[in-house]
Structure formats: structure tokens, C-alpha cells
């Protein structure tokens, strides 16, 4: 082995640097080469910062990206002219902004856009003034920004959350309102006819004082007290509306639409810990049964629909099998804020007790550092650990909404987000925020973006609302070139000899480590003399897979605060943790049915037998012609509907019938004779005892109906008096 | 929103009605009046549809017809001549989950009453309208209305109607708004029924003329057209009325007409021999005026002050303020 080679597998191998050919890489600024386009975030235009909206909820995207916000506006006032003019302005006011809220400035969009304008380069400009208020004008709404940064996963999480709470609170309010309202109605329509409310002392509080003396509320309390109406409240009835429309007004799960649960007349429904809001969730269930009970029953009251026989004994043990789901989904959900970093094993398993309770919270895990120590000791780092465990188990479970997804992903999975939040049951946020503290002059964002491309930190979602599998519910495909084991991008370079180039570069867990202080002994920076063809990139070296004193070392293209090209060789521990990655990954693939593996084998086998069938058929004979289909069933009941046997014109003339299904209900037979004729249950003629009357009524009765339906057949009774004129009248009608 | 144990509870013990518990009284029609075939079919549709009584609303001008109401086990407002359809208007503005429906003459909707009929069908409620047409004021004795037919003697035209008869249908057919124009005749009560059905059924407001026999009045008018089947056209439409077979064997003269041609609606419904039968136009997508009028938030008594003492404070003269010659305001 020549001695270059020599000394990187030894670093490869013990992480020793034992030539002074190897650098370590302490201090030099690298970063992964494809981060070289991204050495200053303020001049991107990308997803962050955000813009949280104000009054969001009302039929308006509740969070939208700066670049939106700018550009809606920009579209707004665009003309043809000064697009150039009022696009170069607003542009330029956007990064003005990035610059002040990465330099850690806080505020609403309209006064970072304040404070951008007051930049010096833009005060004496006249023309930019201009393109400010047009902007400004034509902005669609305000909010608080907020960056890419520790804080923005809870910020953002928490307000889709309040904007869905007043979603809700408004519509139950609405509800509760109307029901306060028709009850009310109610007690108030009893009072007016009970007898107090007929005293000469209320009708004249009724009428007011402008004209009172023109009136005698004395007689007019007699006339109305002789008037007394029949019908009033039970005693039972009343004291029940009285207490519904207690309980109605008293309860503290939904404020009005103008206020908030700040003041503590209503409950607040976030918290820092799963016990709180455990305890706090135990504490209001009675109430909470009461509102539910107190809302189903108003409802039927207002109906008018309450009966005591049927529906006390229901109410009595109303919902003592916990409330209907759908019930239960009209209160309020519990926002859960948990630090996934000081979590200890203990915290874990009392959160995954309340998301299994089927309790309404919403829980935001927080995870600032995903290299955890191990367990097992020994300075030995490990990949998210803990909260792989939660969301893994979680998932399990079947009926708990489960997203995971690195900060920087967040945007991209709002209305997922939302579908969390919305989803009747448990919902786990995990999310990594980038901000390790470990990762040396790296903003969060690319931290973040980092874990997610090395899938460090995949973005998934299980969402059981969606369907009862798991091609259904879990979805994937958030993450870069998700059927990839690590997803590739091209790199484009200049040589020494100014020629450019490009070349397919995948990035892989080792690029995430490398970003980290706590890793940067795994890595050493090879001169560029010393460069040579034993060093492959990392992913080819990983593909191989063989241990042992190799014939090449992994290595690393990295870019330096100028962007040139840095190679750094890697050692064994890190290519370790790169393998352990790819293994979790693939098994999310799986989940994901990317190439699942019971899926390829079932493929396997139906292509055999269907080329197996293939073969057969091949030397057999010709399928025989298919048959004529059967007439569609309606056509061959519609056929025999025409053929039926007329039921009048089959019947036998000898006696008296009525073409029922014509009968105007005109009552003139039934004006002859109601017993010899009656009505059906549709209110039409038939003869109903034909014994009841004479062949007279029925002769007269044929010529009274108007539409000649009646026909009366031949006379039963040979001895009755003038048959012969009759059966001559009755021959049109036969 | 109804909570789910509500909804459950009110479905387990749905009440079901007999077409009895619809009745109410003895009709103080004429025996034979063509009134009675409709009332018959309007209880039958109550029953089927199994409405709540208390939920249900009908309305009424003045006329024998307008008599309908107190023979309605429902709500019922007998109002005032050719006022019906607003007072229906004002129900269902006020009370949307109301069934509201409507029974009015010739002389009340198309006479007296015909600029309320106008708006009315612009302003396309959600109401089911019945025209009851015997095409003569009978209740006050046999005067012409703008529907009797030229020539006709009464004791307002002793020398016989000067004017063609108006056509309820082609007007009702030429305003704006118009989503569902259909027209019964009292002596086939099948297709009345279907016909009423259908136009209950009609989100909007559904105009039904039916030709109604008056044997007291004008006890030979619609003979011919009672008699001969061949002067009835039923029209057919799978969208629309289907006939059954046997009615089919009596009624020879049929046209498959789809409702949602309004042209071909207009040109057949100006034909009175043979007269059409059937559902001459819809149209599901007009918008009802209460939906796009429905104001927001609860009529509490508190609001419902505040906004009268709005309303009043702009006509109202301070005393003091009228004493300084103040303005009002
Ligand atoms: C304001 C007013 N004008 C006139 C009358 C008299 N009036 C009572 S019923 C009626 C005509 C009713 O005719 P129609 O609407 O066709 O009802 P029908 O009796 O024919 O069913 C008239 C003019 C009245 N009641 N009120
Ligand atoms: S006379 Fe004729 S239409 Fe009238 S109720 Fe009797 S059968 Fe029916
Ligand atoms: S007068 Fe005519 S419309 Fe009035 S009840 Fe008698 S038959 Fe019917
Ligand atoms: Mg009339």
C-alpha cells in the first residue's frame, strides 16, 4: 500500500491523524459542497420568513411566506411601465427585511416594512417612496414574522392552532346563542300568558312610560285574566329551560367572538406540560359533559321535541360512555408544548399514555439536537433516539395523527399541520428545529433542511382520517427523491484551468454530521497535493459495504467561506452512523411503499404465474365469442309495467266499482250515501259496502261525478222499485 | 348544528302522521268544486313527506280558495285580498326552516294581487305557490277575472269578456328569476299529486297553476277538456313527471318534454287546447332571495330594539334641541 493511501486508511480506520499530510477540520469554515449557493440566506427567496395572519380563520390563508406576501401585492399593483421600477422596490424592501429578522429584529410585517424603508440607501429616493406606499396599500394582510428559528415551530403550530380554537368557538357560540335565544323565547312566552305576566303591573312595564297614562292597565289586565290560554308550561318543563339556560350561559369552554381567554372567565386551553393539561382536561370533563348534555337537550326542547317519558331516563345516563365522537369534536383541543430535549424516559411514556387515551391534544414535541448521547454510554452519539421511539409508537397505535418533519419543512406541510389540528383525536407534532447550537455558523433553516436531505430527520405524516391502510394514511413524499436511498443533486464548478464542470452529488448522512462540532474528529481535510484516486465519495464507498483494511477511503467535497473546493476523508464511526441512518430509512420507504418488500415479492410471483398462464393459453384454442348481455333490468320492468291487465277495463261490468286513482275526492258521492261510498287512506272513493245503499244512489251518484269514474254495474236487488229507467240511466256509465 | 345525541334521539322516535292528523274541519267548498281534489292532494303530500304540522306554514289571500288554511291541521295565515305571497315572503325571511306554502285564486294572485305575483317570483323564496285557477272570482258570486275566457257571461261582463284571457303561466314564464312553472288540473289527481310533489321538492319558489273546476259558476266551462282525454297533453320527462301505465291507456296524448328548455316551456305553456299538463320549466340554480339576504347573527329582542331605535332616532325631534334650534341630528 503507498504510503498517501496508508495514512488516510488509518485515519479512516482509528480517526487517528497520525501524518502531517491531514488537516483537521476545526476552524476552516467548510460546509457540504452543496451548500454553496446557500452561504447567505437574506439574498434567497425561499419559504421563511412567514407571515402569520392576522384575524386569520376568516376565509384567508392563516400563514403565507414573505415571497407570497410580496409578490400578491406586487401583482396587485403592477402596470405596465413601472413593472421594473416597482418590482426592483419591492424586491429589494423583502430582503431588507430578511436582513433585519435574521439580525434577530421582531414585528408585524407592516413595521419591519417600516423600518426597512428607513434604511439610509432608501430615504432620498423619491421614486422608492412611491413604490413603498403602492406596496403598502396593496399588502392583503398583516401579521407577526417570524424566521426560520428555535422559536418558529411552536409560534407557527400555535397559531393555525387559535385560528382553528376560533373556528370552533365561533361555531359553537353561534349554537349556544341560539339556544339561550329560543329558550328564553320560550320561558318569555309563558311568563307573557302566565298570570303575573297579565297583572296590570307588567303590561304597563311591557308598554313604557312615553303614553302610559293613555291607557287603563287595570282593564286591560281583567279582559286578558278572562282570556286565559289552555295551555301552559309544565312546572317541570319550566324549571328545565330555567336550568338549561343556566348551564348555557355559565359555561367556560367557548368565549365570544370579541374576546379571548386571557382574562380567565374562560378556560385556557395551552400548556407546557402533558400532566397539566391531563389535570386540567380531568378537571373540566364534568362541565364539559354538562355543556354537551345541556346542548343536545336545549336542542330538543326548542324543537319542541322533549318528551319526559322518553328522554329522562336517556339523559339521566347521558354519555356515560364518554361522549359521541362528533360531540366531543365540537370542544375546544388542547395544545401541548413539550421540550423533547430535557424529556426523560419517564415524561415519554406519560405522553404516549395521554395520546393513547384518545384525549383531544394537539402535542408539539420540540427537538433542538437530534444527536443524542447513547444510552449505552461511552461519548457515544445517537440518532434522534426518543423521538423516533414517540413517533414510531405513536403510529402504532392506529388512531393518533402522527407528523414528523424538520423546521424547515414546516411551511410546506401547513395545511398537514392543519389536518393535525383538525383530525377528532390525539395529534403528535415532532419536529426538529435546527437549532443545535452545534453546527457552528449554520442558520437553523439549513440545519434543518440538512437533516431532512441526509434523512436524518425525514418529514412524514400518518393521518388515519385518510383511510384504513397505510398506503392511505402515511405519506412520504415531503422528503427529496423519497425512492432514492439519498437523493443526488449537480454540482457546478470551475477547475484551475477556469473550465467548468458538473457532477451528480448525492447528500448523505455524513454531510449532516459534518456540520457538527461534536463530529469534526471524524473528518480530516486532505490537501489538494495529496488528492488521489483511493478517495471515492462517500456514497459509492457506502454502497460497498466491506469491512476491513479497504482499498479506498470515503471522502467528502466541501466548499470553504470563498466556495472552493475542499476534499476531507471520513472515518469509520461516521460512515457507521451513515449506514444506521440508510437501514431507518429504508424501513420508512417500506411504510412509505417504496419499494416494499412484500409488495416486490407478491410482484414476483403474479408475474411468474401470469407469464405461467401465458404460455397455456398460447397452445390452447380461441375464447368463444361472448354472449349477448341480458336487457337492463328497468328496460324489462318497464315492459312488463305496460303489459299489465288493466284493472278497469278487465273488470267484469256486472259490478259496481270506482276508478279509485281518479277520484277528485269532490264529495259528491259520498254526499249521496258515506257508507255506500268512503274514502281511502289518500282521501279517494271507492265503495266501501255496496250492500249499504240502493242501485238508485248509484246510478245517481255515477251521473254526479263529474269525471264519470263511477260505474255501477248491474242491480243486485231484481225487486227494487223503478230498475228499468234506472238500468237505462246506468248504461253510459257501464 | 345538531349535536349527535339529538339527532339520534329525534330520528329514533320520528313521529309519523296519517293523512287525518293534516285535516281540520268540514270544507265549506261546494260539493264537487274542484277545491277539494287539491286539498286532498296537498294532505296526502304532508303525510308522505311526513311535515311537521308545526313546522308547516299555508297562506292564503281572500277567495274560496283562500279558504285552504282552516282545513290545514298546520299553521295557517288567511291574510288579506292579493296579499298572500308577501305575507308568505315574510314568513320565510323570518322563519326559513318553515314549510312555507301558498293558495291563492285567479282573482287574487293574477288580479289584485299581480304585482306581488311579479316580485314574488323574482324574489324565487322557497315556497310551494298553488294558483287555484276556476277562472272566475266565485266566493263573491260569479265575477270575470283576468283569466275567464273571452266571451264569458258574468256578473261583471252580463255582455260576455272583452279581452283575451291572461296566461298565468307565459307571464309567470317572462320574469326574471323564474325557476319552476308547472300546471295541474284538478281532475287528474295522480299527476296533480306528482306535480305538487315535485314542486315541494324544489329549492326556490314553485308555481303550480292548477285548473280548478267551479260547478257552481261555471258548472260547463271545462267539460270539453274533462271528457275528451285527447284535450289534455301530458307532458313526460324523466327529469320531470313520469305516467303511470294505466293512467297512460286513458291519456294517449303525451310529449316528452325536458323542463329545462325555457323557450319550449314558454311556446307550450301558451296552448290551452289541449291543454298541457306537467312540469313546464326548472331550474335548480337560481338563487333564493333569503339565502342571499339572510342577515347575520341572532334576532334577540335586544337587537332587534336597538335597530327600531335606529331606525326611529332618524325621524325623531329632541324637544330640547327643537327648543335651540338645533338641528335634529
Ligand atoms: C281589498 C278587497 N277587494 C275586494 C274584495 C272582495 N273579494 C273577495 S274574494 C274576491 C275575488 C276572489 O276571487 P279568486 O281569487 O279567484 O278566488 P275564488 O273565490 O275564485 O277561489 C273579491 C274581489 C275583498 N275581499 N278585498
Ligand atoms: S263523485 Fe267521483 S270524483 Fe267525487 S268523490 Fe265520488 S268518485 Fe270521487
Ligand atoms: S263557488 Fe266555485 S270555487 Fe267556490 S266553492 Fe263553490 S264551486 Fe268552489
Ligand atoms: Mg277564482
Redesign the pocket.
Known amino acids: 500500500m503507498e504510503a498517501g493511501l496508508q495514512a488516510h486508511v488509518a485515519f479512516h480506520l482509528t480517526g487517528k491523524t497520525q501524518s502531517d499530510g491531514l488537516e483537521a477540520i476545526t476552524g476552516l469554515d467548510l460546509r457540504p459542497a452543496l451548500f454553496a449557493g446557500y452561504r447567505d440566506l437574506t439574498r434567497l427567496r425561499y419559504d421563511f420568513p412567514l407571515v402569520l395572519a392576522q384575524g386569520a380563520g376568516e376565509g384567508r390563508a392563516p400563514v403565507q411566506s414573505l415571497s407570497a406576501v410580496i409578490d400578491g401585492a406586487l401583482r396587485k399593483i403592477v402596470q405596465a411601465g413601472e413593472a421594473d421600477r416597482l418590482t426592483k422596490h419591492a424586491l429589494r424592501l423583502e430582503r431588507e427585511i430578511r436582513v433585519l429578522v435574521a439580525a434577530g429584529v421582531a414585528g408585524s410585517l407592516s413595521s419591519l416594512l417600516d423600518k426597512a424603508a428607513w434604511r439610509p440607501m432608501a430615504q432620498a429616493d423619491v421614486l422608492f417612496r412611491d413604490s413603498l406606499a403602492r406596496l403598502r396599500a396593496a399588502l392583503e394582510l398583516d401579521g407577526e414574522i417570524v424566521d426560520c428559528d428555535k422559536a418558529m415551530p411552536a409560534r407557527l403550530l400555535a397559531h393555525l392552532w387559535r385560528a382553528m380554537q376560533r373556528r370552533k368557538a365561533r361555531a359553537a357560540r353561534a349554537d349556544i346563542d341560539r339556544l339561550v335565544l329560543r329558550l328564553s323565547d320560550i320561558l318569555k312566552a309563558d311568563l307573557v300568558r302566565s298570570e303575573a305576566g297579565r297583572s296590570a303591573a307588567s303590561l304597563k312595564a311591557a308598554f313604557g312610560a312615553a303614553h302610559e297614562h293613555a291607557f287603563d292597565f287595570d282593564a286591560m289586565s281583567r279582559l286578558l285574566q278572562k282570556a286565559a290560554p289552555a295551555d301552559t308550561l309544565s312546572d317541570s318543563r319550566r324549571r328545565r329551560i330555567r336550568r338549561l339556560v343556566a348551564t348555557l350561559q355559565a359555561q367556560k369552554f367557548f368565549p365570544p367572538p370579541d374576546r379571548t381567554t386571557a382574562d380567565g372567565e374562560f378556560y385556557a386551553f395551552a400548556f407546557d406540560s402533558a400532566a397539566g393539561a391531563l389535570d386540567a382536561y380531568r378537571e373540566r370533563l364534568p362541565s364539559m359533559m354538562d355543556l354537551a348534555k345541556a346542548m343536545a337537550i336545549a336542542e330538543l326542547e326548542a324543537a319542541g321535541a322533549y318528551k319526559e317519558e322518553r328522554h329522562d331516563a336517556f339523559f339521566a345516563d347521558f354519555a356515560t360512555n364518554g361522549l359521541d365522537p362528533r360531540d366531543a369534536a365540537l370542544f375546544p383541543d388542547y395544545l401541548v408544548r413539550v421540550d423533547g430535549g430535557v424529556m426523560s424516559a419517564g415524561d415519554g411514556a406519560r405522553l404516549m399514555d395521554i395520546l393513547t387515551a384518545g384525549l383531544p391534544m394537539k402535542v408539539l414535541v420540540e427537538i433542538d439536537d437530534i444527536l443524542e448521547p447513547s444510552a449505552a454510554g461511552g461519548g457515544q452519539l445517537v440518532l434522534g433516539a426518543r423521538s423516533r421511539q414517540l413517533a414510531s409508537s405513536a403510529m402504532a397505535q392506529g388512531d393518533i395523527y402522527v407528523l414528523q418533519s424538520p423546521s424547515s419543512n414546516l411551511f410546506r406541510f401547513r395545511e398537514r399541520i392543519e389536518a393535525g389540528l383538525e383530525y377528532r383525536g390525539p395529534a403528535l407534532f415532532s419536529v426538529f428545529s435546527g437549532a443545535t447550537g452545534e453546527a457552528g455558523g449554520l442558520p437553523p433553516y439549513l440545519v434543518a433542511a440538512a437533516a431532512l436531505e441526509a434523512r436524518a430527520f425525514p418529514a412524514f405524516v400518518y393521518d388515519p382520517a385518510l383511510g384504513g391502510d397505510w398506503a392511505s394514511r402515511f405519506y412520504l413524499q415531503d422528503n427529496p427523491q423519497a425512492e432514492l436511498d439519498w437523493p443526488v443533486q449537480s454540482l457546478g464548478f470551475e477547475d484551475e484551468a477556469h473550465q467548468r464542470g458538473a457532477e451528480r452529488l448525492a447528500f448523505t448522512m455524513v454531510d449532516f454530521l459534518v456540520c457538527d462540532r461534536r463530529y469534526a474528529a471524524s473528518f480530516a481535510r486532505v490537501p489538494r497535493a495529496r488528492w488521489n484516486g483511493h478517495m471515492v465519495p462517500v456514497e459509492a464507498s457506502l454502497g460497498e459495504g466491506a469491512e476491513g483494511a479497504p482499498e479506498t477511503v470515503p471522502c467528502l467535497l466541501m466548499v470553504d467561506g470563498d466556495n472552493r473546493l475542499h476534499k476531507v476523508i471520513v472515518d469509520r464511526r461516521a460512515m457507521r452512523e451513515a449506514r444506521r441512518c440508510r437501514e431507518m430509512w429504508r424501513s420508512l420507504q417500506e411504510l412509505g411503499g417504496i419499494h416494499n418488500s412484500h409488495a416486490q415479492r407478491l410482484l414476483t410471483q403474479e408475474r411468474k404465474a401470469w407469464e405461467e398462464q401465458l404460455r397455456r393459453t398460447a397452445s390452447a384454442s380461441p375464447a368463444p365469442a361472448v354472449e349477448a348481455p341480458p336487457p337492463p333490468a328497468s328496460v324489462a320492468a318497464a315492459a312488463a309495467a305496460t303489459e299489465l291487465p288493466e284493472a278497469a277495463s278487465e273488470r267484469k261490468s256486472e259490478e259496481a266499482y270506482i276508478e279509485t286513482p281518479r277520484c277528485t275526492s269532490c264529495n259528491e258521492c259520498i254526499a249521496i250515501n258515506d257508507k255506500m261510498f268512503g274514502y281511502n287512506r289518500d282521501k279517494q272513493a271507492f265503495i266501501a259496502d255496496v250492500a249499504a245503499g240502493t242501485y238508485r244512489q248509484l246510478v245517481e251518484a255515477a251521473e254526479g261525478c263529474q269525471v264519470s269514474i263511477i260505474h255501477p254495474g248491474k242491480p243486485r236487488n231484481p225487486d227494487e222499485p223503478g230498475l228499468e229507467e234506472l238500468i237505462k240511466r246506468a248504461e253510459p256509465f257501464l | 348544528m345538531t349535536s349527535a345525541a339529538t339527532e339520534c334521539l329525534l330520528r329514533m322516535y320520528d313521529e309519523h302522521h296519517e293523512l287525518e292528523d293534516y285535516q281540520s274541519g268540514v270544507p265549506r ?2 260539493t264537487g ?1 274542484g ?1 277539494n281534489a287539491i286539498l286532498a292532494a296537498v294532505q296526502r303530500l304532508c303525510r308522505d313527506e311526513d311535515l311537521r304540522p308545526e313546522k308547516t306554514v299555508f297562506v292564503s289571500g281572500i277567495g ?1 280558495s283562500s279558504r285552504f288554511p282552516h282545513y290545514m291541521k298546520t299553521y295557517g295565515f288567511h291574510g288579506i285580498h292579493g296579499r298572500a305571497l308577501p305575507v308568505a315572503e315574510g314568513i320565510k325571511m323570518a322563519r326559513p326552516d318553515l314549510n312555507v306554502f301558498v293558495n291563492t285564486g285567479d282573482g287574487d294572485c293574477c288580479s289584485i294581487g299581480a304585482a306581488h305575483w311579479i316580485h314574488a317570483i323574482r324574489y324565487n323564496m322557497n315556497m310551494t305557490v298553488m294558483l287555484h285557477d ?1 277562472q272566475i272570482y ?2 263573491t258570486k260569479m265575477q270575470a277575472s283576468p283569466t275567464s275566457p273571452k266571451g264569458l257571461k258574468s256578473n261583471t261582463t252580463p255582455r260576455g269578456a272583452y279581452l283575451e284571457a291572461l296566461n298565468p303561466l307565459t307571464v309567470t314564464l317572462g320574469v326574471q328569476n323564474v325557476s319552476f312553472v308547472a300546471q295541474a288540473v284538478d281532475w287528474i289527481p295522480e299527476v296533480m299529486y306528482d306535480i305538487i310533489s315535485a314542486a315541494f321538492h324544489h329549492k326556490g319558489l314553485s308555481f303550480v297553476r292548477i285548473v280548478q273546476r ?4 261555471l258548472p260547463k266551462l271545462l267539460e270539453p277538456w274533462l271528457h275528451d282525454p285527447e284535450k289534455v297533453l301530458l307532458l313526460e320527462h324523466e327529469d320531470a313527471i313520469r305516467i303511470s301505465p294505466s293512467l297512460a291507456q286513458v291519456y294517449k296524448n303525451r310529449r316528452r318534454h325536458d323542463p329545462s328548455d325555457l323557450d319550449r316551456a314558454r311556446e307550450t305553456a301558451s296552448g290551452f287546447d289541449p291543454i298541457p299538463v306537467g312540469i313546464l320549466y326548472r331550474n335548480p340554480r337560481v338563487p333564493c332571495y333569503e339565502e342571499l339576504r339572510t342577515a347575520a347573527g341572532l334576532r334577540s329582542t335586544e337587537r332587534i330594539r336597538k335597530g327600531l331605535e335606529a331606525e326611529f332616532d332618524k325621524f325623531t325631534v329632541w324637544p330640547q334641541q327643537a327648543a335651540e334650534g338645533a338641528p335634529a341630528e
Do not use: A, I, R, S
Not at chain 2, 214 to 217: D, F, K
Open positions: 267548498w261546494c268544486c277545491d274560496c276556476n266565485g266566493l267551479c260547478p257552481e259558476w
